[in-house]
T-cell receptor, first 108, second 113 residues
């Protein structure tokens, strides 16, 4: 079993839709949690951190469920510009382990 | 503000050749990392460093060596390149070992023929 797992997608949604991604992790000692966005042929860029109390940034909401060992990302009112691959990253022992990414395609 | 700079951006090697990838950061970060990214495999950690003069193995270290002689630089070496090392290589740095996420370089696309 991989340490960090994501549904690869693609998720193909119309503009304005709400879409949610999950990411499961196996190390219960994990201490930090993040969502990254990666555009085609570009480096990953930090989208948001994920806290136990949840984290919201505009149309994006991230949540952590330690008991079930997963994090989630909710995107509301999807825009064409949200089309990208979304990577989750789980941290422990001074390093991050990344999921393989979920591809999102937002169509007009 | 340059952040994390990787050189070269592209390279084609023949099997058996050697090369060094350079990562430089100007943020005074203690922690630096080398990842490779392959289709469907996500980012896999090759080696990392928790400070000047230190290195440690990640998930896929075989065939690579690293050095961190200066705090701002982290070098990744391929002594004898193999086609299986064809990949996109990303360097990243962090102030606190990942507690606040990483800053990535723009990547090096390496093809081994």
């Amino acid at each position: 079993r991989k340490e960090v797992e994501q549904d690869p997608g693609p998720f193909n949604v119309p503009e304005g839709a709400t879409v949610a991604f999950n990411c499961t992790y196996s190390n219960s000692a994990s201490q930090s949690f993040f969502w990254y966005r990666q555009d085609c042929r570009k480096e990953p860029k930090l989208l948001m951190s994920v806290y136990s109390s949840g984290n919201e940034d505009g149309r994006f909401t991230a949540q952590l469920n330690r008991a079930s060992q997963y994090i989630s990302l909710l995107i509301r009112d999807s825009k064409l510009s949200d089309s990208a691959t979304y990577l989750c990253a789980i941290g422990s022992s001074y390093k991050l382990i990344f999921g393989s990414g979920t591809r999102l395609l937002v169509r007009p | 503000n340059a952040g994390v700079t990787q050189t070269p951006k592209f390279r084609v090697l023949k099997t058996g050749q050697s090369m060094t990838l350079l990562c430089a950061q100007d943020m005074n970060h203690e922690y630096m990392y080398w990842y490779r990214q392959d289709p469907g495999m996500g980012l896999r950690l090759i080696h990392y460093s928790v400070g000047e003069g230190t290195t440690a193995k990640g998930e896929v270290p075989d065939g690579y060596n690293v050095s961190r002689l200066k705090k701002q630089n982290f070098l990744l070496g391929l002594e004898s390149a193999a086609p299986s090392q064809t990949s996109v290589y990303f360097c990243a740095s962090s102030y606190s070992g990942g507690d606040y996420g990483y800053t990535f370089g723009s990547g090096t696309r390496l093809t081994v023929v």
